[in-house]
């Protein structure tokens, strides 16, 4: 059966994923409405399903909410998706229906506007191998229009007797907080305003009925792949009804388009799932994996960086008595971070000056490179493309590349200005730097950083500055993209100062995310957790340095540090040089056995328990637990294992002692946690074969 049907007597359009089913249709007046998002339905029963809508209460009232993308036209009182203003002062959109195609698991729906020559698709996408429901629009015109907003989707779910939010709120160092909260009757904003997806806030959210858990209820989510500024409005309305649109751009922006002109929006996805929050999360993981990552089944390797052992002192001779202990400790890639180019010697200089540092790096960095490969390991380095420092030679030949308002103040953060990438000529000297780097010297992994937000975002004499907001982000990855057209050995980190940067649309352009700047292991704890909500473990970089933490000055044991870094693509990233020898072999021994988990947690199934996380694949079971300050006779509860043969029998790789699936999933597993605050235990099960 087709995974896009069109019932053409009722004008329903049917999308199939494996274990959902999405329904949209026209009504009378051609406006496209939101029909069912859910478990699977039939067609013969999708074209049962109500679109007619009760008149309004009173004049003060308007339609219900539930259409695919909101105009102003008309009795329409939700936040708009489309805001359009025309020549002749005309605003919103009135639909007249053009058609569609089906193409496989794509299906575009066109319309135009009834009185202007102005055109909107919305697209649709389903894989046969994903639950998501992809979504994005384009707008084509024949007269010159104003964009005050253009979202990717909209999306409606079920009327319920109350609704829950979950997102993420944090800030720098403490990304990825999960809220689980009632949703308010009005408007929830959801929002970047700094040019980036955020430290403080993620593009994606949940709603549920308030009684959804982690194994069980049903989730309704939502994930948008913008790197830049963007917002989500959730609705929900006294008559009950629950609604999201987003997409691109804060609010306040406009732009416009010119006759011929065609904008196209990200894409906003969507998941359905019947089985909780940890459901969702899993069908996430799937999608990200086999339709977001460029390279998603190469094992991402075990990492040193030597930002936290150097600093701004980065040279020759300590990067290399660095990557002999990085290799000495089982890493596979080396990469040396800030401070090794121009006039880098703290934050204030050199930004913009992407050649070697000649006091530090003589003869360059042939003979560093060449070391880190003898070693057995491959060679990464740290770069900033979008940013620059007023001390440095590229300031003080091009002041006007940056962003800037004439007569205003250049705003200094982290004594950085941020490069107008939506400028062909500074988006070209970019690209041509990057390749010339990465192409003379072999590069194999890029460590891209942007460690500050937008300020004054303007572009004097160029066209329609506020879309610098969007086209920066285009040029980001159209750079990437090239790059890795160019090279394609090469693989990317994404990193704005920690996790300021996390998001589907730089995911589908690197292969790993730094989740944080943050690597104090009890606080990486939540950090992680939040993260897994929609991105998965292959993804997430986490590294084990030292104690106490540089950022929080907590102490804790080595083995407790590794098992939290065990659960996503580990690294390391502390002074190797004060490391005694009894920790170098003991680090040893622990990235030893991460190689032999790798598999399992990076390419798993992720189950999160409640102090631990589980990670399946094939017949290999990995439990990765974790026990911060302990309160004096608190009990150590089991943790029950999830979706295993209730049948089968594991046996602990370590200990030899077998399990049966059923107690496991029942009764527990109880982790051979050491005493005491911070504690730990990697636990390895294997399905014997009956």
């Known amino acids: 059966m087709s995974s896009v049907t069109f019932d053409a007597a009722s004008r329903t359009y049917v999308l199939r994923t494996p274990s959902t089913c999405y329904v949209l249709g026209l009504d009378d007046g051609d406006v496209p409405v939101h029909l069912h998002w859910g478990p699977e339905l039939t067609v013969e029963q999708a074209v049962t399903l109500p679109r007619e809508q009760a008149p309004p209460a009173s004049s003060f009232d308007g339609r219900r909410a539930g259409e695919e993308l909101v105009t102003e036209a008309g009795a329409r009182f939700d936040p708009p998706s489309l805001q359009i203003a025309f020549p002749d002062g005309v605003r919103g959109v009135d639909w007249r229906h053009l058609g569609h195609t089906i193409d496989g698991g794509g299906l575009t729906v066109r319309f135009r506007d009834a009185l202007h020559p102005f055109e909107v698709d919305l697209h649709y996408r389903v894989h046969p191998d994903s639950d998501a429901v992809e979504r994005w629009t384009t707008l084509r015109t024949e007269v010159p229009v104003t964009v005050l907003r253009c979202d990717s989707a909209a999306w409606s779910v079920p009327a319920l007797p109350g609704y829950r939010l979950s997102h993420a709120v944090g800030g720098w160092s403490a990304e990825n907080g999960l809220r689980r909260v009632e949703l308010a009757v009005g408007e929830t904003v959801l929002t970047s305003r700094r040019g980036l997806s955020s430290h403080h806030a993620n593009p994606w959210l949940m709603l549920d009925g308030g009684d959804a858990t982690e194994e069980h209820g049903e989730v309704w989510s939502g994930a948008l792949a913008w790197s830049g500024s963007w917002r989500v409005t959730v609705t929900h309305t006294p008559s009950g009804h629950a609604t999201w649109t987003g997409g691109a751009g804060h609010e306040g922006l406009t732009w416009r388009l010119e006759p011929g002109e065609e904008w196209t929006t990200p894409v906003f996805s969507g998941v359905y799932a019947p089985d909780g929050f940890g459901g969702a999360s899993r069908r996430w993981h799937e999608h990200v994996a086999r339709h977001v990552l460029p390279v998603p089944d190469e094992p991402r390797p075990v990492l040193y960086n030597a930002w936290e052992a150097v600093g701004f002192e980065a040279a020759e001779d300590n990067q290399k ?7 000495r ?4 890639l080396f990469v040396m971070d800030d401070a090794w180019f121009g006039g880098r010697t703290s934050d204030r200089a050199g930004l913009g000056d992407w050649w070697p540092n000649p006091a530090r790096f003589p003869q360059g960095l042939t003979p560093l490179i060449d070391e880190v490969h003898r ?16 001390d440095s030679d590229l300031y003080r030949a091009h002041p006007d590349w940056v962003l800037h308002m004439p007569g205003r103040p250049r705003t200094l953060l982290r004594n950085q200005l941020v490069l107008n990438l939506a400028r062909q000529d500074v988006a070209d000297w970019a690209h041509k730097w990057l390749h010339k780097l990465v192409g003379e010297h072999g590069i194999d992994f890029l460590k891209w950083d942007c460690n500050r937000a937008f300020t004054e975002a303007g572009w004097p004499g160029g066209p329609d500055q506020d879309r610098l907001w969007i086209e920066h982000v285009r040029s980001v990855y159209s750079i990437m993209d090239r790059l890795r057209a ?7 980190e994404a990193c704005a100062g920690g996790g300021g940067r996390t998001d589907l649309g730089i995911m589908s352009r690197t292969d790993q995310v730094w989740t944080s700047d943050n690597t104090d292991a009890h606080d990486r704890i939540a950090i992680q957790r939040g993260f897994s909500q929609i991105y998965p473990a292959r993804a997430m970089a986490a590294w084990v340095t030292d104690s106490p933490n540089p950022l929080t000055r907590r102490r804790t044991p080595l083995a407790f540090r590794f098992h939290v870094a065990m659960a996503g693509a580990l690294g390391l990233g502390g002074n190797l040089l004060e490391w005694s020898s009894a920790e170098l072999d003991e680090a040893a021994a622990l990235v030893a056995a991460y190689k032999d988990i790798r598999p399992v947690v990076q390419f798993g199934t992720q189950h999160r328990l409640e102090y631990g996380v589980q990670h399946t694949f094939g017949d290999r079971v990995v439990v990765l637990a974790w026990r911060g300050p302990v309160a004096h006779g608190a009990p150590l509860v089991p943790l029950r294992l999830r979706a295993l043969d209730p049948l089968g029998r594991y046996r602990d790789e370590d200990t030899g002692r077998v399990h049966h699936g059923a107690v496991l999933m029942s009764s527990g597993l109880a982790p051979d946690l050491p005493r005491g605050d911070y504690a730990s235990a990697l636990v390895r099960l294997r399905k014997e074969n009956p």
Do not use: K, Q
């Not at 008595?321 to 290799?327: D, K, N, Y």
């Not at 380095?381 to 620059?388: F, T």
């Not at 160019?486 to 990317?492: F, W």
């Open 375 to 390: 070693l057995g390991m491959r060679f990464g380095l740290w770069v900033e493309p979008e940013m620059v420092n007023p």
């Open 321 to 327: 008595e660095l990557a002999a202990l990085a290799a």
């Open 329 to 332: 400790v089982g890493a596979e």
């Open 486 to 492: 160019d090279h394609p050995h090469l693989r990317i």
